[in-house]
C-alpha cells in the first residue's frame, strides 16, 4: 500500500526544489522511504498570507483526498508570532480529519526554506551560521550570495535544485543546523497521529 504525502508550500515555483527532497528525508529517517511525495502546484498560494487561511487549507485536503499525509511548511519570515499560527491552523485541520486515516502537521522553515541549501553546505566566507540563520531576509542576503558562488544564478530559479540535491549530501548538518524546522518536523511526524 503507498503511502502519499503533500508538501504545501506557499509558493512552489522555487520552495519544491527544496522541500520535496527534504520531505522524501525526512520521511526515510521515519522509515517510510517509499512514500510518493507531491508538491501541491494546485492551488498556488503565491504568498505566505494566503497558504495560511484555513479555509484554502481545507479545499486542498478536500481535493486531494487520496492523501495519507499533509505537510504545510511556510517562510517564518522574522515573524515571532507565526509559530502560534501555524499550530493553530495545525491544531483545527488535524482536529477535522482526526479518526481518519489521514494527518495534517505544519511547520515552518526558519526564516525562508533556502535555509535548508544554506545549512547543507559550507558557510560563505565571513558569515557564522547564527547570522544567517537569524536574517528574516537569508534569501536576498546569503542565499543569492551562494547561487553567484556556485554559478548557478543563470539556471532556473538559481539552481536551488542543483543545490539541493548537493545540500542533501550534508543531512546530518542539515538536522543540526536546523532544529527549530527540521528537527521539530522530525519530532512531529514521528509521533503517533
Known amino acids: 500500500m503507498s503511502y502519499n504525502v503533500l508538501v504545501i508550500p506557499e509558493d512552489f515555483t522555487k520552495d519544491e526544489h527544496i522541500l520535496k527532497p527534504l520531505a522524501e528525508r525526512i520521511l526515510q529517517d521515519l522509515g517510510k522511504p517509499n512514500?510518493?511525495?507531491?508538491?501541491?502546484?494546485d492551488p498556488n498560494f503565491g504568498g505566505v498570507g494566503e497558504a495560511l487561511k484555513t479555509e484554502r487549507l481545507r479545499k486542498v485536503i478536500g481535493r486531494y483526498r487520496t492523501y495519507d499525509l499533509f505537510i504545510l511548511v511556510v517562510d517564518r519570515d522574522g515573524k515571532a508570532g507565526r509559530e502560534t499560527s501555524v499550530s493553530q491552523i495545525e491544531?483545527?485541520?488535524?482536529?477535522?480529519?482526526?479518526?481518519t486515516r489521514r494527518r495534517f502537521v505544519a511547520g515552518l522553515a526558519w526564516q525562508e526554506v533556502e535555509i535548508f541549501i544554506l545549512a547543507g553546505l559550507e558557510l560563505p566566507s565571513g558569515s557564522s551560521w547564527r547570522e544567517i540563520r537569524a536574517d528574516p531576509d537569508v534569501k536576498n542576503t546569503y542565499f543569492k550570495q551562494l547561487a553567484a558562488t556556485k554559478n548557478t544564478?543563470?539556471?532556473?530559479?538559481?539552481?536551488?535544485?542543483?543545490?539541493?540535491?548537493?545540500?542533501?549530501?550534508?543531512w546530518n548538518r542539515m538536522k543540526s543546523r536546523c532544529p527549530e524546522d527540521i528537527g521539530i518536523l522530525l519530532t512531529k511526524l514521528a509521533a503517533p497521529s
Open 91 to 99: 491544531a483545527t485541520l488535524q482536529g477535522e480529519i482526526a479518526g
Open 35 to 41: 512514500a510518493k511525495v507531491r508538491v501541491c502546484r
Open 153 to 170: 544564478s543563470g539556471l532556473p530559479h538559481q539552481g536551488r535544485q542543483k543545490l539541493m540535491t548537493e545540500a542533501m549530501k550534508n
